[in-house]
């Protein structure tokens, strides 16, 4: 067993029969969880008795002598199959056989995939699916339970509060409909279960002031009491959208005949995340997605709580944002007519993600991955030609064209994204092109770059510190980029460091990599390896911070989060939802949850969870994906119709609503954005056209 799990078995106050099981293998246990039965300990219960200590117990008579001594054990399974030791059994463990404590002796050898049946009565409430999992949730001891009626309920801001369109326009939204969706049904609540109807949320923010940024505070808490009413409390309106979201999540509908009840156990929720960088790459240069597509992801982004949207818009394959400084671009950028995203659309979607707490990061990667560029300015030659090779083509950094391009490029977009990071690429520059042109060779030659490496005295090098130049040294911008493999930790590009860029590590030597750059620079570091969708549940395997192995705990600080990334080469929208969950619901919650790899898994109903939040994510209009077939215990049990409505939800049956329109408040936002950046363009003396 995973050292150090307790279980609390007992007698306590009864509303249901579950089994609690712990998984005895030690290794990767996070594949094929979905197909396995849920797990649950007694969490926010009163037990009686000594809590039940499992150490390093992986094998039959160990099992046995410990279900002896648990009154409530009812034995344990052995699972069907072998395997390497700490690798799962090949069938899940509804195929294993149930045996009693006093038969179970002659299954003696050590067996990977053994499972401790203890039965207990656990009140319901204590099935939590709020996902991510919060850092503390406490149920009320006295299995409180509250009701709130849909038309009836009233979401307010606190009196005397300074007001704020984000928090109004939450306040509107979850008032009209979102904090019912996709609600599971409870045939055990009605109205004669509920202690009071609530008629008020009261919303109290510290600070309703505070800009949406990389740093802002994001904790939230959620009181739901039969006394006291219902309260968020945020120190800013960012948190109060989380706590929006966990809300919505603790809302249940009854059993009552017209529906409108609904059904909240009393509780306490504190909150924060475990990391401030929370993000989802989306990938429009291979495959166009539509702004309702971009619009229903960053619905779904922010009922997992995901504060960032990494738009990696441009690649050799297209160039599809409208550049108004650029026309030609424009023009030749995407793939065909209405297949590109004017400044409206853009700014539609970057008003979007404000409104649900998300900032948007533009990356335009270079000198890699631009060949695009040719088609609109094929005269200038802004792409390197190195014919005979089987290079892709880098952007031909040797002519002052190429820098007054892309330096045009950058000041146009950074007026129009707002956030204050940029992401510049920098990965896959095949510099064996520019060492195939003899006019790039020489020209490196005469400044004295190197054409191999990526460090300070290379061209590539050069090239970055340009850039960097441009975003942060004339922009005022943050630069981002990924880490290449020629980067290097011991003389890296000098305006990189000094601009303080945060590195994405996506390949490579990782754990040598997130040493070398945080022990010997200041970088902060974002960890995309092991996140590049779909993941399956190896998801919960990654945990940013552990891959510096020799960082003291102040170093790791550093290392500020990560992010799932979608790429575009095989996905459209036809398949974008079935790719992006359920797996961007492990990672979001793997940044945001502090616990353990195990504490996923072991230590909560992990199917239920994801199933729940698949239901949520269909009633907002996020055509997420089904995983499995509906999970329940045998029908004797007396949770079976428990199991079933939990996990069952309207999009089931093949029907997904469409996503919310955009607000009158978004869309103003958006049309004043565009409008000003068209203006401030028209303004701007231009260095290429």
């Known amino acids: 067993f995973v050292s150090k799990l307790l279980i609390a078995v007992g007698s306590v106050a009864a509303s249901g029969i579950v089994a609690i099981e712990a998984h005895g293998y030690r290794g990767p246990h996070n594949r094929g969880v979905a197909q396995f039965p849920l797990h649950y300990v007694l969490h926010g219960v009163t037990v009686t008795g000594s809590p039940l200590l499992l150490s390093n117990a992986t094998d039959a008579p160990s099992l046995a002598a410990l279900c002896s001594a648990t009154p409530t054990c009812k034995g344990f399974t052995v ?49 939590s699916t709020v996902t991510p ?36 326009d939450a306040i509107a939204r979850f008032a009209g409909g979102d904090l019912f969706v996709g609600a599971a049904t409870r045939s055990d609540r009605d109205a004669t279960v509920a202690r009071a109807t609530i008629s008020m949320v009261t919303v109290m923010v510290l600070d309703t002031t505070a800009d949406l940024t990389a740093d802002v505070n994001e904790s939230y808490a959620v009181s739901i009491s039969s006394a006291s009413g219902i309260q968020i409390r945020a120190d800013t309106v960012w948190g109060a959208l989380h706590g929006f979201e966990t809300l919505a999540q603790c809302v249940v509908r009854g059993s009552d005949s017209d529906g409108s009840l609904h059904y909240l156990d009393e509780q306490v929720i504190s909150d924060e995340p475990a990391y401030k960088f929370r993000g989802l790459m989306i990938d429009t240069a291979r495959h166009f997605l539509s702004v309702p597509t971009i619009l229903a ?8 709580k995901l504060n960032v949207l990494h738009w990696h818009a441009a690649d050799d394959q297209s160039f599809p944002l409208e550049s108004v400084a ?120 005469k400044k004295g770059l190197a054409i191999d490496g990526g460090g300070e005295g290379t061209a590539f090098g050069w090239w970055i510190d340009q850039i960097v130049d441009i975003v942060h040294g004339q922009m005022g911008k943050r630069p981002m980029m990924w880490s290449p493999l020629v980067w290097d930790p011991d003389a890296p590009p000098a305006k990189l460091v000094e601009a303080n860029a945060v590195l994405n590590l996506w390949t490579g030597p990782i754990a040598e990599l997130a040493n070398n750059i945080t022990l010997k620079r200041t970088n902060e570091l974002v960890l995309s390896n092991g996140w590049y969708l779909p993941t399956g549940n190896s998801a919960y395997s990654v945990d940013p911070r552990s ?23 095989s996905v459209d929208a036809t398949n974008l939802f079935s790719s992006v969950w359920p797996d961007a619901t492990k990672v ?102």
């Open 133 to 168: 999992k919060p850092q503390t949730q406490i149920f009320d001891s006295t299995n409180g339970i509250v009701a709130i009626q849909r038309g009836k309920l009233t979401i307010s801001p606190a009196q005397g509060q300074p007001a704020s369109e984000v928090l109004n």
């Open 79 to 127: 699972g069907s199959g072998g395997g390497e030791p700490g690798d799962l059994p090949p069938h899940d463990c509804r195929g294993s056989a149930l045996y009693s404590a006093d038969a179970i002796t002659q299954h003696s050898t050590p067996h990977p995939g053994i499972d401790l049946f203890v039965f207990g009565t656990q009140p319901g409430r204590d099935i």
């Open 326 to 445: 650029l026309p030609r671009l424009a023009a030749a950028g995407p793939y065909g007519p209405g297949l590109g995203y004017t400044t409206e659309n853009i700014s539609l979607v970057i008003a979007y993600a404000r409104s649900r707490g998300i900032r948007v990061i533009l990356e335009i990667d270079t000198p890699g991955h631009s060949q695009v560029v040719q088609y609109a300015y094929p005269e200038v030659g802004l792409v390197t030609q190195c014919p005979g090779t089987t290079c892709w083509p880098p952007l031909d950094i040797s002519k002052n064209a190429t820098l007054s391009f892309v330096s045009e490029l950058w000041h146009d977009f950074g007026s129009l994204f707002p956030d204050g990071n940029v992401f510049i690429g920098g990965d896959e520059c095949h510099t064996q092109c520019w060492e195939a042109n003899p006019d790039v060779s020489a020209w490196a030659a």
């Open 297 to 304: 992801v960053l619905e779904g982004m922010s009922v997992e």
């Open 588 to 689: 979001a919650e793997r940044l945001w949850f502090t616990g353990s790899e195990q504490e996923f898994d072991l230590l909560d109903g992990l199917s239920l969870r994801l199933r729940r939040q698949r239901c949520r994510l269909v009633g907002r209009g996020v055509p997420t994906p089904p995983m499995t077939a509906v999970y329940v215990p045998d029908a004797s049990h007396a949770s079976f119709a428990l199991w079933r409505e939990l996990q069952w939800c309207g999009g089931d049956s093949g029907v997904v609503p469409a996503p919310r329109e955009p607000s009158a408040t978004v869309r103003r936002w958006a049309d004043s954005a565009a409008t000003a950046h068209r203006r401030w363009a028209a303004q701007r003396r231009r260095q290429f056209d």
């Open 547 to 569: 891959v510096c192995k020799n960082c003291t705990t102040d170093q790791k600080t550093r290392i500020i989060g990560g992010e799932a990334c979608q790429w575009g080469e």
